[in-house]
């Protein structure tokens, strides 16, 4: 088995900083891209930013410049730093990641089970 577990959501005001944290465990073989993706009340999951195994990253326009994306290859594991935080921003977070299992010669996506973000005054 292989498993996603986040940490590190809550309630922030406006303005305020998160990091949310993201480790793989169990039968993993290797990780190849992870990512965070949201999903607000009545909306669609969305993606908000990507990295790659050799740390390429890629965001959504709407978190430019005030999230970072970030990950530590050696404790599988990675991270979403959130500066300047939006009311819009509040939503289910969920990390995302590609990876290979000791069980299967192929990669495949993992999901976490999401963590909420509030961003409220």
């Known amino acids: 088995q292989v498993q996603l577990v986040e940490s590190g959501g809550g309630l922030v005001q406006p303005g305020g900083s998160l990091r949310l944290s993201c480790a793989a465990s169990g039968m993993l073989s290797s990780i190849n891209d992870m990512g965070w993706y949201r999903q607000a009340p009545g909306k669609q999951r969305e993606l908000v930013a990507t990295?790659?195994?050799?740390?390429?990253?890629n965001y959504v326009d709407s978190v430019k410049g005030r999230f970072t994306i970030s990950r530590d290859n050696a404790k599988n594991t990675v991270y979403l730093q959130m500066n300047s935080l939006k009311p819009e921003d509040t939503a289910v977070y969920y990390c995302?990641?590609?990876?290979?299992?000791?069980?299967?010669?192929?990669?495949?996506?993992?999901w976490g089970q999401g963590t909420q973000v509030t961003v409220s005054s």
């Open positions: 990295i790659t195994s050799n740390g390429s990253t």
């Open positions: 995302n990641a590609d990876i290979r299992s000791t069980f299967r010669n192929y990669y495949r996506p993992y």
